[in-house]
């Protein structure tokens, strides 16, 4: 449903931000989930998305509700508890001019869907996987999932006595072209994310550590705000520039130090900036990102910023030599051969 535009902000659509908007949230107040669905908003506002050509997907939790939430005008589909890579797979088979969203957790990706995340990104579904990460299942009262800290107390679960998975090496480890680790406090960093992950072509998998303010947020908790508020280190500051929305390339480039910069670019042709802060970084080499990740884990450090990224890779629908007309626009005279065609191909196995 539109708004009424009087002196309302609108983009190149005419539309304005509230246009992108969905249902009122059910979840929790102050859930870093709700968050994550803003900055959604924002993003497909100054992008200036089409609705009707965004399909947003998920599975089972807290997290899979959050499609309800943004882009009202978009397609949806809330699929059973970690078979969300599977419709995916489907649907950007059927449609390869959808934009594809994503939404799941750490218990629907890291536990009963883990296989099928490995595969969705080992096949290279051109997606945006966006994890809402908690540590905990938030919609069965609070119990630890596959990512949560080793160690870790809650109250009414005791101590848990396993090491986490860390799904974004997961994704490396798996071929992901595109990983990255995010809070869902730090606004602009998942704004820049997200709208890189858009232009990528293949599957873009975005670890987003959302705290749950009802059961897991301790400050001793990697998942908490307290603890992501506090130890977050950001590998470099991020700039996501559009060939649409890029300013001029001398006022871009004044604010940055010689010498400091890794400028990435997108399949789409737009640019992700990097300005290094602190740690020496190259998103670009996988084996330095993977010792980065285990250096996080071993000490409890929580990295954010783009983790990884390699030219891309064919897509699944290339790698399956799909039509360049989406097969969802092909008239049934190319859908279905003729009943003579079917049986010559029956004879020639014969």
């Known amino acids: 449903m539109t708004t009424n535009k009087t002196n309302l902000k609108t983009n190149a659509l005419g539309l ?13 107040p102050g859930c870093g989930h709700d968050s994550i669905s803003n900055q959604i908003i ?15 997907l998920s599975g089972i939790g807290c997290s899979s509700k959050t ?42 990706t890291g536990s009963i869907g883990l296989g099928q995340y490995k595969h969705l990104i080992r096949r290279n579904v051109p997606m945006v996987y966006i994890i809402e990460n908690n540590g905990v299942y938030g919609l069965t009262k609070g119990q630890f999932s596959a990512t949560a800290d080793e160690g870790q107390v809650l109250k009414y679960y005791g101590k848990n ?15 992901c072209t595109f990983v990255a680790r995010s809070f869902s406090g730090d606004s602009k960093q998942v704004q820049t994310l997200l709208k890189a992950a858009i232009g990528h072509k293949g599957t873009a998998v975005i670890d987003i550590v959302s705290p749950c303010v009802t059961f897991n947020n301790s400050p001793e908790s990697t998942k908490s705000y307290p603890y992501g508020k506090e130890h977050e280190i950001a590998l470099h500051d991020i700039q996501y520039f559009a060939p649409d929305y890029v300013m001029p390339r001398e006022e871009i480039t004044a604010d940055y130090e010689e010498g400091t910069l890794i400028e990435v670019e997108m399949h789409d042709g737009s640019h992700i900036r990097l300005q290094k802060v602190g740690e020496e970084y190259d998103p670009r080499s996988r084996a330095q990102a993977i010792q980065m990740l285990e250096k996080s884990q071993r ?6 910023g783009l983790l990884y990224y390699e030219e891309p890779r ?7 030599s799909l039509t360049d007309t989406p097969l969802a626009r092909l008239p049934d005279a190319k859908l279905r051969p003729p009943r003579e065609a079917l049986d010559k191909l029956m004879q020639s196995m014969m």
């Open 42 to 56: 924002s993003i497909a506002y100054e992008m200036g998305l089409e609705q009707y050509k965004v399909i947003k």
């Open 299 to 304: 000490e409890q450090l929580f990295l954010t």
């Open 67 to 108: 499609p309800a939430y943004f882009m009202g005008g978009g397609h949806a589909f809330n699929s059973i508890h970690g078979r969300m890579p599977s419709v995916a797979t489907g649907a950007t088979l059927a449609n390869s001019e959808l934009v594809a969203i994503g939404v799941s957790g750490d218990g629907d």
């Open 161 to 175: 006595e396993l090491p986490a998975i860390d799904l974004a090496l997961e994704a490396i480890i798996g071929g």
């Open 314 to 320: 064919m897509t699944l629908g290339e790698t399956v």
């Open 16 to 28: 304005t931000r509230e246009d992108y908007k969905g249902a009122k949230s059910t979840l929790c």
